[in-house]
């Protein structure tokens, strides 16, 4: 039974990845006539990877004519294994692909996925989950596209600022003047994690606010294990929570849920996210999430096909990252209220 499956994983694959060849259905074996891009992803069923996902899809069905050539875009999925991604990395290099991105299960672990790569040749784009420098020196041959942490961060300070300083008698409920918060976190050592968590209390205090931490700890990026702290925390403080500040917006939909469905909340708190997935925006249209940061997955997304399909047909990647000695392509980001909430809907 277990050789039968096997065998089904095998011919689900092999399917798979035949749906996915875009463009010309005559593929040929000459490599020249075709581009392969492989693809792995730390967890597919992640709302912000799915995007950018998509959105690579999408940019793919668009352009991928403006080519003479086949273009093969392979996801893969980790599946949150460092085991199954090193797999996949092995199996994209066996089969020749041109470029590999990876969206790395491990950060940390990124030195012996840019080894085989290098020894094979084959340049590597890694996105979202950013090697160490260390690694990302290894060899002038890979890249990292992601967003600018920092500023997400001190964009959520600027929605928490301007919300508190609209009606702070509401949300001083203990009249103090400081801001009591909680602050659910994204997986521990991610670099958005600990850039966002970091940043936005620091732009606050440098903006003259006072805060008070009650409670911080990690969800995983994950809006069950949000929803799950949140329950406890407003146990613990019951409405004593004036802010709640969220590495990401799936986690703070999960607080939301927690506020909505507790008889001990009387005056809701203010709660920032970062994403601007769907959810988030309709969430802040009802005025339950007071904001998000965009992070714009179709920009990451963009650059990632430019630079690997620059790589793949040998042109500079100068109008991409800037310069060609340059490797990193971090785009902005942009915030959402109820203030201009319509004007982004209607883009
Ligand atoms: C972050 C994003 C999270 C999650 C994470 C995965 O940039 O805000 O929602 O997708 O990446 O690495
Ligand atoms: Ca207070």
């Given at each position: 039974m277990k050789k039968g499956s096997k065998i089904f994983n095998v011919l689900g694959l092999m399917l798979m990845s035949t749906l996915i060849?875009?463009?010309?259905?005559?593929?040929?074996?000459?490599?020249?006539d075709e581009i392969k891009i492989g693809i792995t992803l730390y967890?597919?069923?992640d709302t912000f990877i799915s995007s950018i996902s998509s959105n690579l899809e999408e940019i793919s069905k668009e352009n991928?004519?403006?080519?003479n050539k086949n273009i093969v875009l392979e996801f893969v999925d980790a599946k949150a294994s460092t085991i199954n991604q090193g797999n996949q990395v092995d199996k994209f290099i066996k089969q020749d692909y041109d470029v590999i991105c990876v969206n790395l299960v491990?950060?940390?672990?990124?030195a012996t996925i840019i080894d085989k790569a290098k020894s094979a040749n084959i340049p590597v784009i890694f996105f979202n989950r950013e090697p160490v420098e260390e690694d990302m020196n290894r060899w002038d041959k890979i890249y990292y596209v992601g967003a600018q942490a920092e500023q997400s961060a001190r964009l959520q300070a600027d929605i928490v600022a301007e919300e508190w300083l609209s009606n702070k008698n509401y949300y001083d409920k203990n009249k103090d003047g400081k801001i009591q918060y909680v602050m659910i976190e994204g997986e521990p050592g991610h670099q958005d994690t600990l850039i966002r968590t970091e940043y936005c209390i620091k732009a606050l205090n440098e903006m003259g606010f006072q805060l008070e931490k009650l409670a911080d700890d990690t969800a995983n990026w994950q809006s069950d294990q949000a929803n799950s702290k949140m329950n406890q925390w407003i146990k613990e403080f019951g409405d004593d929570i004036e802010v709640v500040f969220s590495n990401n917006d799936v986690m703070a939909l999960g607080a939301i849920y927690a506020i909505n469905s507790n008889?001990?909340?009387?005056r809701k708190p203010i709660v920032v996210g970062v994403d601007g997935i769907k959810e988030a925006i309709e969430s802040i249209k009802i005025r339950d999430m007071t904001g998000t940061v965009i992070s714009d997955a179709n920009a990451q997304a963009q650059a990632i096909w430019d630079i690997a399909i620059n790589l793949a047909n040998g042109i500079s990647l100068e109008d991409v990252i800037g310069s060609e000695r340059e490797k990193y392509k971090k785009i902005p980001h942009t915030k959402v209220t109820i203030d201009n909430i319509n004007e982004l809907s209607n883009e």
């Open positions: 060849v875009s463009c010309n259905e005559n593929i040929s074996n000459n490599k020249n967890r597919q069923d991928g004519d403006n080519f491990d950060r940390t672990a990124a008889s001990n909340i009387i």
